[in-house]
């Protein structure tokens, strides 16, 4: 027999009791008691279970200890079940509004002291800022009520149940519900009571709730307060100390809009806030006030009459210890380093925050697109068929969650649009929340990218369009129809301002093309930017059987149905540390760009308010990556949108090295988010003179031979290197594979979308079946010439007709040896390729090359699509650091344009090696690393990959680009490697 409660699990309906409407999160002196910490907790594998545990007098001396906040899947070493991640896929059966018996329930109790004074309160709430998925309370074993809306807020009128003294309150937390059906967002599945809960007496004539909506122009701030009290509570007084503002009005009926002379506005580069005080006799409410108008005229989305460019991330709540618990200094230290990189917005993907997060993005500064909790993707497999999104049966559950997330953070200056939720198909229960909004808050524009053809949002917006499809937003007047539009839904939504929620899939080594993105933003006002998928990976952080950390993916937790490592496509890997993509984005989006010309630099200032007056503008000049000259440059304040011209300094050109000078844009002084020093924006000028290409000596008298011999201090065994002074090195090896990257996996889009891609078909796939990854070799000849070597091999794979030729050629040149390796493919291959390298492996004997020192492209690892962050210079790194962690190894470490190459042991050189440029000037990159590509491919997390006693080095003549093809456009052609003749020249020393 059903428990009463346990029938109404599949119940559709937000809860019962939970108070509405929603109020803000306020910050007030009202007094508050935290009942986060221990709780004993049970977990049962039903919902069915039998409700004695809600009685005071429960005996719970068998039950676990539980911090809460927390999911119980976290907590406890897999003694409470694991996580489960999935992205579209529902864990469960499709079968709304119901859900499997097999429903873990958790149980949670604990007593708490209420003071004696709190009897004078008026009300006594009871407040859950997150529990997932449904939940059920009960206060000295009276039942108080329900609540379902896992990332929202909600709060019960528990005044009659508690009393001054000991109390118990209960929980019961189902993991699944009805409500799963709504939640189905990308990401794990953790159940629990996640967020505080908070017990809050309420005082008579006490202020409910206050909504300080703030307007600025011409210098002007303007303020129309909502104050929700009873009229006995009055009066209300308002201050705002800084700008001498004491209001007090003595009926509501006399809070009118006013406004305020002087004040700086706020913008997510200035966030100024000011302090605000309103208060009755009862009860004081403080909050920060920022000053702006947020507006759509046309197509442009405007904050403070200036058009806004959103260079934003999607933000989860994640941390690979405590899943979605709050951890507010792990968060503050996340939103500064998203300054750090230029980031600018937020889109809270998908689902509010907890609701301090809101607290430092306005004071640290960010535009943010405020999401609600809700997501019914699974719905597509079913061909959108029962999509809650569209039936009646569903409008309250809907209601109650817009409702909830509007009224708990409207008073952000930051939040500057609402977004509806995310991949719920499209419906009227979704146009009711849009409607319910504009109702309720006029002032913020409505988002929501499924709403394809405009019926109900107010902006337009996109995910993984192409760089051509944005581009065809961009312009005006195009008969080119828009995704699922007629001609006419496409014409009213190029009325609108246009954003992509998100785009460029930061999935493990990648993306490519943010600067083909970026460049249209300001060739097309209409397009305000967007939001990277995503800011960080959601590795959970746990051991092998044999304790070995790493961060887990789906399937890690033998979950039945998952998604891989689909989840760890952020900029940032689990750990914190940003990946070379996040350096990319930072350089692409710099707010300040230079563009050299003769003996000027343009600098040109794409804020949207702030002058560089907090910039000082640094120079340096290298020759050959050392420094032989610095200074700073003399820049006027150049106001938001302006370009200043300023000579550049005198440079002294080498005429034996290459000459770089570099220009700086640094803070002139620390900021929450940074120290005084910190690069914003910085860019390269060749200035080296003209020097010739040394060309290679031809060389005669070839003659057969068997390849053992000694040219300078390379030794070699049938006609490959064997040694290198005193170290064992071999090759070259002809390389065409790389470790698939997840792009690479990939087989999204369009047919057509690049001329290099089979529709429905993955890169890497290809290149397993043409044999990339096992190709064999075949010696065809081995000749000796004075002071030379030279062998010619036949490169092919098992059951492959189709070969590459690669004749190399060793000799001496002035003491020196130089390598050149000529490779030339057979007719017959269709696919693009990895790369076209050569492969050395160098083995530790009792001294490992260890690390490296490079002039050419750097720090960071950079392809053909991803080279921005990249600058000419002098670098050197561990060979561990030459790799990237990424949670599913990949390709990683490919730095370009070498030049100068020297590899290390314990700090001292071991081989040094120069990369010519081919005769179009074309230099190559380099891989240093401890494993071949084909072992990277065969491991599914770091700790698969073999133990290593061999340092690897490819020389690559070139690579694949990088694409976001996992989800989202593949390599643009001109970044595609094809098939082609290439030529490498290294001199070795
Ligand atoms: C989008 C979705 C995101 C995420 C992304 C792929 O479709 O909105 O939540 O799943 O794809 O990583």
Redesign the pocket.
């Known amino acids: 027999m059903l428990s009463e409660f346990s029938a109404h699990v599949p119940d559709r309906a937000p809860g019962r009791g939970a108070l509405r409407p929603a109020r803000s999160w306020l910050h007030s002196d009202a007094p508050t008691l935290s009942l986060n910490g221990t709780w004993r907790f049970r977990l049962s594998p039903t919902a069915s279970v039998a409700e004695d545990f809600a009685a005071e007098d429960h005996d719970d001396r068998g039950w676990d200890d539980l911090t809460v906040p927390s999911h119980w899947v976290l907590e406890g070493d897999g003694a409470h079940g694991r996580p489960i991640y999935t992205?579209?896929q529902f864990p469960f059966p499709i079968d709304p509004p119901h859900v499997p018996d097999e429903n873990p329930t958790g149980d949670h109790r604990r007593h708490f002291e209420m003071p004696a004074d709190w009897s004078d309160a008026e009300r006594v709430l009871l407040r859950f800022d997150g529990v997932e998925s449904l939940f059920r309370v009960w206060v000295n074993g009276v039942e108080i009520g329900s609540a379902a809306g896992s990332r929202l807020a909600h709060e019960f009128d528990v005044t009659s149940a508690v009393r001054p003294g000991d109390n118990v309150v209960a929980v019961r937390v189902h993991q699944w519900s009805a409500a799963s059906y709504l939640e189905d967002?990308?990401q794990w599945w953790l159940p629990g009571i996640f967020r505080d809960v908070t017990l809050i007496a309420r005082p008579a004539g006490g202020i409910e709730d206050v909504w300080l909506r703030t307007g600025f122009a011409d210098g002007h701030g303007r303020v129309d307060m909502e104050i929700t009290a009873e009229p006995t509570a009055y009066p209300v007084t308002l201050r705002i100390p800084e700008l001498g503002v004491e209001r007090t009005w003595s009926a509501p009926a006399d809070v009118t809009p006013f406004g305020i002379a002087d004040v700086d506005p706020w913008s997510a580069e200035q966030p100024r806030l000011y302090d605000v005080t309103v208060s009755t006799a009862a009860e004081t409410v403080t909050l920060r006030a920022g000053f702006r108008t947020v507006e759509i005229r046309g197509d442009r989305f405007l904050v403070n009459g200036r058009r806004v460019v959103f260079h934003g991330v999607?933000r989860h709540e994640t941390h690979p210890l405590r899943g979605r618990v709050f951890d507010e200094e792990h968060a503050r230290e996340d939103l500064a380093r998203m300054k750090r990189f230029n980031v600018n917005a937020i889109r809270t993907?998908?689902y509010p925050p907890h609701p301090r997060l809101l607290d430092l993005a306005d004071e640290l500064g960010f535009w943010v697109v405020l999401e609600c909790d809700l997501?019914t993707h699974g719905f597509e497999k079913l061909d959108w068929v029962g999509n809650p999104s569209d039936d009646p049966a569903w409008r309250e559950a809907y209601l109650d969650r817009i409702e909830r997330t509007v009224e708990r953070d409207k008073n952000h200056p930051g939040i500057v649009i609402w977004s509806l939720g995310?991949?719920a198909g499209t419906g009227c229960n979704l146009a009711a929340m849009s409607a319910w909004v504009h109702a309720r808050d006029p002032e913020r524009p409505v988002h929501y990218e499924g709403d394809y053809t405009g019926e109900y949002t107010d902006v337009y917006s996109r995910?993984?369009a192409s760089v051509p499809e944005t581009e065809q937003i961009g312009t005006d007047g195009s008969r080119a129809p828009l995704l699922n539009c007629t001609p006419a839904q496409g014409a009213r939504q190029r009325t609108k301002p246009f954003l992509l929620c998100?785009y460029a899939?930061a999935?493990g080594n990648g993306p490519g093309a943010f600067d083909q993105y970026e460049a249209l933003v300001h060739r097309y006002p209409r397009l305000h930017g967007g939001f990277v998928?995503?800011w960080r990976d959601h590795g959970i952080l746990t051991t092998t059987a044999d304790g070995t950390p790493y961060y887990a993916y789906g399937g890690d937790f033998g979950e039945v149905v998952h998604d891989g490592n689909?989840v760890m496509?952020g900029m940032l890997l689990s750990d914190d540390v940003p990946t070379p993509s996040l350096h990319e984005f930072k350089a692409v989006v710099q707010p300040l760009r230079f563009t050299f010309d003769g003996d000027e630099v343009r600098i040109a200032n794409l804020r949207h308010t702030a002058d560089t007056s907090d910039l000082r503008f640094r120079w340096r000049v290298e020759h050959d990556g050392a420094s032989v000259d610095s200074g700073c440059l003399d820049v006027p304040a150049v106001l938001a949108g302006e370009v200043a011209r300023v000579p550049l300094p005198e440079t002294v050109v080498a005429p034996d090295a290459e000459t770089w000078l570099t220009v700086e844009a640094v803070l002139s002084a620390g900021t929450a988010w940074a120290d005084e020093g910190h690069v914003i924006a910085e860019a390269q000028l060749d200035r080296s003179a003209h020097r010739p290409v040394r060309a290679a000596r031809a060389r005669a008298g070839w003659r057969p031979g068997d390849g053992t011999l000694t040219l300078g201090r390379a030794e070699f065994a049938g006609g490959s290197l064997t040694r290198f002074g005193d170290r064992p090195v071999t090759g070259p090896r002809l390389e065409l594979f790389r470790a698939p990257t997840d792009n690479d996996e990939g087989a999204w889009g369009e047919v057509g979308e690049s001329d290099a891609s089979v529709a429905g078909v993955s890169h890497a796939e290809l290149w397993r079946r043409d044999g990339l990854d096992r190709l064999t070799t075949r010696r065809v000849s081995v000749e000796h010439a004075d002071g030379a070597l030279r062998t010619v091999d036949k490169v092919s794979a098992a059951n492959s007709g189709s070969w590459v030729m690669a004749e190399s050629t060793w000799s001496l040149e002035g003491g020196e040896v130089e390598l050149r390796v000529e490779t030339e493919p057979s007719r017959g291959w269709h696919t693009v390729w990895p790369r076209i390298g050569i492969a050395f492996d160098l083995p530790d004997g009792d001294a490992p090359v260890d690390g490296a020192d490079w002039f050419g492209l750097g720090p960071h690892e950079s392809y053909p699509d991803s080279l921005r962050a990249a600058r000419t210079g002098r670098f050197s790194a561990t060979v561990d650091d030459l790799s990237v962690d990424y949670a599913r190894p990949q390709e990683t470490g490919h730095r370009s344009a070498l030049r100068r190459l020297t590899l290390t042991c314990a700090d001292t050189a071991v081989l040094r090696i120069e990369a010519l440029p081919d005769t179009r000037g074309r230099r190559p990159g380099f891989t240093l690393g401890r494993h071949t590509p084909q072992e990277i491919a065969r491991a599914g997390h770091p700790f698969e990959l073999p133990s290593s006693t061999t340092t690897r080095l490819i020389v690559d003549a070139a690579q694949h680009g990088l694409g976001s093809r996992a989800?989202g456009p593949d390599v643009w052609p001109e970044f595609a490697l094809r098939p082609e003749s290439r030529t490498i020249r290294l001199r070795l020393t």
């Open positions: 992205n579209v967002q990308d999607n993907s998908h997501e995310n991949e995910m993984y998100e899939h999935m998928w995503e689909f496509d989800c």
